[in-house]
């Protein structure tokens, strides 16, 4: 009854993310999910999609759980077992940018992981899918049900895009307004 479910935590990151991403050129970002949540896609449908769609980058976002509500947690990254050097670039990029921007170490030795998940190696692109937290971590939820921790998640993963795909801004006039 007083929960909240991941997809919520994941779509508002997903949310930001695509947002602040229309502020550059030559960058088209398509969500795998359903953006109104409604309906669970499956992983296959997901990695198909991207590539057809010949993505450059795949980025899939979660919460992680089995703490069963203890303490520590933080941030994890996930890239295929037997991942391109891309991958491994792009995961290092992504942990490092998201562990400065929120602090949520946690009391992960190594959150850079390796693991045979579906979405990490079936994509034809680089891949990483980030677990934001711990959903069931006393010292994780108070930070991740914050607005202030999606935003800087976000912002974390927009940067290293930017700076991976050498992205540049639009022009002002082309400029979505603020986000609220």
């Known amino acids: ?21 229309k502020g550059y050129d030559g960058c088209e970002v398509i969500r795998l999910d359903d953006p109104k949540g409604s309906k669970d896609i499956s992983l296959k449908s997901r990695t198909d999609t991207a590539n057809k769609f010949k993505a450059d980058l795949y980025l899939s976002i979660h919460h992680n759980a089995g703490i069963k509500g203890g303490t520590g947690g933080g941030i994890e ?4 077992s037997n991942a391109s050097k891309d991958s491994e670039k792009w995961q290092n990029e992504l942990y490092d940018a998201l562990i400065n ?12 992981r390796k693991a045979n998940l579906h979405e990490c190696r079936e994509s034809n692109m680089p891949c990483v899918l980030i677990e934001c937290g711990f959903m069931d971590s006393k010292t994780d939820v108070p930070i991740i049900l914050s607005n202030e921790f999606a935003e800087k998640v976000a912002m974390a ?5 930017v700076k991976l795909e050498k992205l540049k801004k639009k022009t002002e006039e082309n400029t979505p307004g603020e986000m609220l």
């Open 77 to 80: 990254t996930y890239i295929y």
């Open 1 to 21: 009854k007083n929960q909240t479910r991941e997809w919520i935590l994941n779509s508002r990151i997903c949310e930001k993310i695509e947002y602040n991403l």
């Open 157 to 161: 993963c927009v940067g290293v895009i």
């Open 101 to 112: 921007a929120t602090n949520l170490k946690g009391n992960r030795s190594n959150g850079k």
